[in-house]
């Protein structure tokens, strides 16, 4: 039990586009998903918070307008990176939270390239 | 603001030896917890600590908490190859924070 999938496992884009990663809860329902961005050989820094219905919380120094998070049921969030630059190419993970225990899962990850 | 800081941030040991990673954290939080991470994936969770004095254990592997302390470790006991990765801990008041990790390299 408490499975979380992430599509695409990985993307490449070109510079200017906008790609949607999306996170799913597939057996359980999520009232918060979080949404982590990983450089390589560095930790895990989160991105936003998202409680299904109602808008994302961003930690300080990620701009809202280009990371879009959508959170429109229990089961699914989006993360829509916009106007994609090399600088964004990253590690992006997204984790959901159950209410009862609390606890989160993790996704496999979307590996993110951007040219 | 909650800080976690894990030491050795490096590690290089030998099959069949022994060795501990150190977890600090700055404030008091609800629960302590330990992941594994390999080259290219996520995170897999391995213990979740949740009171003072909390033991865990798993195959080689074992943590536990001092929350007096603020302070968790993660022993390794005669470490084998399959072990090499890097090692998060985290804790939790209303979010989660990371460590920096521990890269952990065991050689033959």
């Known amino acids: ?115 | 603001e909650l800080k976690v800081e894990q030491n050795p941030l490096f590690l290089s040991m030998q099959e069949g030896k022994n060795y501990t990673i150190y977890c600090n954290y700055s404030t008091t939080s609800d629960r302590l917890y330990w992941y594994r991470q390999d080259p290219g994936k996520s995170l897999e969770s391995l213990f979740v600590l949740l009171s003072n004095g909390a033991v865990k254990q798993e195959g080689r592997l074992m943590a536990s908490l001092d929350t007096k302390a603020r302070l968790s470790t993660l022993h390794i006991t005669a470490a084998v190859h399959d072990l090499s990765a890097t090692y998060f801990c985290g804790t939790s008041g209303s979010r989660l924070t990371f460590g920096e990790g521990t890269q952990l390299t065991v050689n033959p």
């Open chain 1, 1 to 115: 039990g408490a499975v979380v999938s992430q599509h695409p496992s990985r993307v490449i884009c070109k510079s200017g586009t906008s790609v949607k990663i999306e996170c799913r809860s597939l057996d359980f329902q999520a009232t918060t998903m979080f949404w982590y961005r990983q450089f390589p050989k560095q930790s895990l820094m989160l991105m936003a918070t998202s409680n299904e219905g109602s808008k994302a919380t961003y930690e300080q120094g990620v701009e809202k307008d280009k990371f879009l998070i959508n959170h429109a049921s229990l089961t699914l969030s989006t993360l829509t990176v916009t106007s994609a630059h090399p600088e964004d190419s990253s590690f992006y993970i997204c984790s959901a939270k159950t209410g009862g225990s609390g606890e989160q899962y993790f996704g496999p990850g979307t590996r993110l390239t951007v040219t």
